[in-house]
C-alpha cells in the first residue's frame, strides 16, 4: 500500500516500445468508452478541438460525435460513444457501444483501438466496464481522466500496479486543464502502430458469475492500485449540495440562474445584435441604390438579405445560450436541477427518466423525442413525446427575441424576466398536459429519477466555447441553406402575380402570398393577427424560426418608399407596420399574443415526421399536432383579448 499523502503520485512505468506499423491500409479509427460524469466528452474535446462532425450512429437516433487528432503525416478518426456503466445490452446506449465494438453499425468502420476513460477520482466505479472489453479482443488504452481534481481529493494511484493488472497502457490526463494530453496522443499513436498480438486474459472470464466476480475484481484493483488520504468533508459544499437539491430552497435558486443566465443572454447580445442588423440593414440600403428598380432589386434586397440578414441577427443570443449552458452542465449544476425537477415531473405523471429528453428537448425537440428511446416503459415513452415539443426550443430564440425587443427595446430587465417566463411557461404547459394525459388518455404511474450527482467543478471554458461555435455553425448552416430557399420562395409568393400599374401594397394583397393571408385573416383576426403575419403562420410549419425571415420578406417587399434614410432593419420595419386603421400592427397585445402562439404552438412539421417515426403510426403526431394548435390559439386569443381591453 502505498504511503498518504495530501498530492496524488503517478508510480510510472516505462513506454512501451514503437515497432513498425502493419500495412493494413485501413482508416485508424479509436472508440472513446466510458461511464457518464467521467469528463469523457471533455476529452473528446481536447484531443479534436474543432476538427469533429455531429450526426447519428448508422441505423440510429442516438447522436454521433467523431473528431481527428492531426498528425503530420496522417490523422486518428476519433469517435465518441455514449456514456455506459456496461456492455450488457439492456439500454440502446449499451446496444449502440456493442454494436459499434462488433463492426455491426457501419461496414466501414474499423475499430484500431478503445479509449477508456475511467474517472481517478472513482476507480472502482469506472473499472467494472474494463472487465468487458476483453471479449471484442480490440486493443485497449486507459486514460485516467480528472486527475486535477484527484489531486485536491489527496488520491494516489499506483499507475504502475494499474498497468500490471488490467494488462493495458495507462496514461494520465485531465481533460479540464489539458494535462497529459500530449501523452495521451502518443500513446494513441503508439497503439496503432503496435500489431495486435495477444490480448490480455480477461480476470473474470472463469468466474460462474461474470457480473460478481467483475465488481468484486474492480473493487480488488481499485484497493491495491488507489488509495485516498483521509481528508475531513467539505462543508460547505455538503451544505450547498443540501440546499440545491432541496424540494423547496432549491427552487428559487433555480430559477435566479434561470433568469441570470437570460438577463446576461440578452444584455451581453445587445450589441452585436445591434452590429449585425444595421450591416445588413446598411448592406440592403446599398444593393437598392445599385441596381434599377426591377424584380432583381427586390430579390436580392428583401429575398436573399432580408431573409438571411432578419435571422442571424439572432446568432449572439444563441452562442451566448449554448455557451452558458455548457458552462453550467460542466459545473455539475444541472444534473441537481434535474432532482428539484423530478419530483414536480412524477407530480405531473412524467416519468423520473424524462428530464433528460425534455431538458434535450430546449435545443430541439426532434432529438428530444429520439433521447425517449431511454424510457422502457411504453407508456411513460409515449407520454414524454407528446409533450416534449412544448418545451422552448432553440428554433424558438429568434421569435422570443423579435417579439421582446419590440415590446421592452431598452429595459433588459423585462426583457430577461418575459424571457424566463416563456421558458417556465412551456415548462409549465407541458407538465400540465402531462398530468392531463394521465387522468385519461395515458394511465399508469411514472418511474423515478435515477441520476449520478457529479462533484462540483470548475467548468472547461474550452468545451463550453467549442460547443458554442459547433452550434453556432449549425445555425448559420441553417440560415445559408433551408431558410434561404424558404426565403426566395416566399419572395416569390409575394411578388408575382406582379400587376402593373398598383402601389407596392395592393400588389403584395394580390399576390400568391396575400391570397393566402387573406384566406386565413378571419380565423386569426381574433388573436390581433392580419393576413401578412397570417403568411408567417403558414411558412413557419417548417421551422418555427422562419416566421422571422418571412415577416421581413413581406414587410420588406410592401415597403412603399426603398429609397428612404429610414433604418431598414427588421425590427425597425416591424415598428412602422400599420393596419388600415392607421394604428400599429405590432403593439403590446398582438406582441403578447404572439408570443404565447409560439410557445404552445406545434408549428415544426419534422417534429410530428419524428414521432411518427418513433410512434409507428400516424395518430399520435396529428394527435399531438392538433391538441397543441389548439391550446395555442385559445391561449393567444384569451391573451390578446384581455391584453387589448386593459391597454
Not at 474535446?45 to 442516438?62: C, D, E, R, S
Not at 415531473?345 to 429528453?357: C, D
Not at 415598428?575 to 388600415?580: I, L, S
Request: charged share 15%; hydrophobic share 45%; with cysteine.
Amino acid at each position: 500500500m502505498l504511503p498518504e499523502t495530501q498530492n496524488i503520485q503517478w508510480i510510472e512505468s516505462p513506454s512501451p516500445p514503437v515497432p513498425v506499423p502493419p500495412a493494413t491500409g485501413r482508416t485508424s479509427t479509436f472508440a472513446l468508452i466510458g461511464n457518464p460524469n467521467t469528463g469523457k466528452t471533455t476529452l473528446f474535446n481536447a484531443l479534436t478541438g474543432l476538427k469533429i462532425q455531429t450526426a447519428n450512429y448508422p441505423g440510429t437516433t442516438v447522436e454521433c460525435r467523431r473528431g481527428t487528432i492531426p498528425l503530420p503525416d496522417h490523422a486518428i478518426e476519433i469517435v465518441d460513444l455514449p456514456g455506459i456503466y456496461s456492455l450488457s445490452s439492456e439500454t440502446p446506449e449499451e446496444t449502440i457501444v456493442r454494436d459499434f465494438l462488433l463492426q455491426k453499425n457501419d461496414a466501414t468502420d474499423y475499430v484500431t483501438g478503445i479509449v477508456l476513460v475511467i474517472d481517478s477520482v472513482n476507480l472502482e466505479r469506472s473499472l467494472f466496464l474494463a472487465t468487458q472489453l476483453h471479449e471484442f479482443n480490440v486493443p485497449v488504452l486507459i486514460a485516467l481522466n480528472r486527475s486535477d481534481l484527484a489531486r485536491k481529493q489527496g488520491v494516489t494511484i499506483n499507475k504502475a500496479l494499474l498497468e500490471k493488472e488490467t494488462g493495458w497502457p495507462v496514461a494520465v490526463v485531465s481533460a479540464l486543464t489539458g494535462e497529459g494530453i500530449p501523452d495521451l496522443v502518443q500513446r494513441i499513436e503508439d497503439l496503432r502502430r503496435t500489431p495486435n498480438v495477444v490480448p490480455p486474459a480477461c480476470p473474470v472470464a472463469c468466474s460462474g458469475c461474470p457480473y460478481q466476480a467483475g465488481y468484486a475484481w474492480s473493487q480488488k484493483v481499485a484497493a491495491s492500485c488507489a488509495m485516498r488520504a483521509h481528508r475531513p468533508p467539505n462543508a460547505f459544499m455538503e451544505k450547498m449540495d443540501r440546499i440545491l437539491t432541496h424540494p423547496v430552497a432549491g427552487l428559487p435558486f433555480f430559477f435566479a440562474v434561470m433568469l441570470g443566465l437570460f438577463y446576461m443572454v440578452f444584455h451581453l447580445a445587445s450589441v452585436p445584435m445591434d452590429l449585425i442588423d444595421g450591416l445588413f440593414g446598411s448592406l440592403g440600403h446599398w444593393v437598392s441604390r445599385q441596381l434599377p428598380d426591377i424584380w432583381l432589386n427586390s430579390l436580392l434586397v428583401d429575398g436573399v438579405i432580408g431573409g438571411v440578414g432578419g435571422i442571424l441577427v439572432f446568432l449572439p443570443q444563441i452562442a451566448l445560450l449554448f455557451f452558458m449552458l455548457a458552462l453550467l452542465e460542466d459545473t455539475g449544476y444541472l444534473a441537481r436541477a434535474a432532482c428539484i425537477m423530478d419530483r414536480f415531473m412524477r407530480r405531473m405523471g412524467l416519468p423520473g427518466k424524462a428530464f433528460v429528453p425534455l431538458l434535450t428537448a430546449h435545443a430541439c425537440a426532434i432529438p428530444a423525442i429520439m433521447a425517449t428511446r431511454v424510457i422502457e416503459n411504453p407508456k411513460d415513452r409515449l407520454l414524454t413525446i407528446l409533450v416534449a415539443p412544448l418545451m422552448s426550443c432553440s428554433a424558438r430564440i429568434p421569435v422570443y427575441s423579435m417579439l421582446i425587443a419590440l415590446l421592452f427595446p431598452d429595459d433588459p430587465l423585462k426583457a430577461s424576466l418575459t424571457f424566463v417566463g416563456a421558458y417556465t411557461l412551456g415548462l409549465s404547459a407541458a407538465l400540465g398536459m402531462a398530468w392531463l394525459f394521465r387522468l385519461g388518455l395515458i394511465k399508469g404511474k411514472s418511474a423515478p429519477l435515477l441520476l449520478e450527482l457529479p462533484d462540483f467543478q470548475r467548468p472547461s471554458l474550452r468545451t463550453a466555447l467549442l460547443i458554442m461555435v459547433d452550434r453556432s455553425r449549425i445555425f448559420i448552416q441553417q440560415a445559408g441553406t433551408v431558410i434561404l430557399v424558404i426565403s426566395l420562395i416566399l419572395w416569390a409568393l409575394a411578388y408575382f402575380p406582379r400587376p402593373a400599374e398598383h402601389s407596392d401594397v395592393s400588389a403584395l394583397e394580390q399576390s400568391f402570398a396575400g391570397k393566402i393571408g387573406k384566406f386565413m385573416e378571419p380565423v386569426i383576426k381574433p388573436l390581433g393577427y392580419d393576413w401578412q403575419i397570417g403568411i408567417g403562420l403558414v411558412t413557419s410549419l417548417a421551422a418555427r424560426e422562419v416566421i422571422v425571415p418571412t415577416l421581413s420578406v413581406v414587410y420588406g417587399v410592401g415597403e412603399a418608399d426603398t429609397d428612404s434614410e429610414e433604418g431598414g432593419t427588421l425590427l425597425d420595419t416591424l415598428r412602422r407596420a400599420e393596419r388600415n386603421d392607421g394604428t400599429p400592427v405590432f403593439n403590446t397585445a398582438t406582441c403578447l399574443s404572439l408570443l404565447i402562439f409560439y410557445i404552445l404552438a406545434a408549428q415544426c412539421l419534422p417534429t410530428q415526421a419524428i414521432t411518427r417515426r418513433e410512434t409507428n403510426s400516424w395518430r399520435w403526431p396529428v394527435f399531438q399536432f392538433t391538441y397543441m394548435s389548439l391550446l395555442a390559439y385559445i391561449a393567444a386569443m384569451i391573451t390578446y383579448q384581455i391584453t387589448s381591453r386593459l391597454i
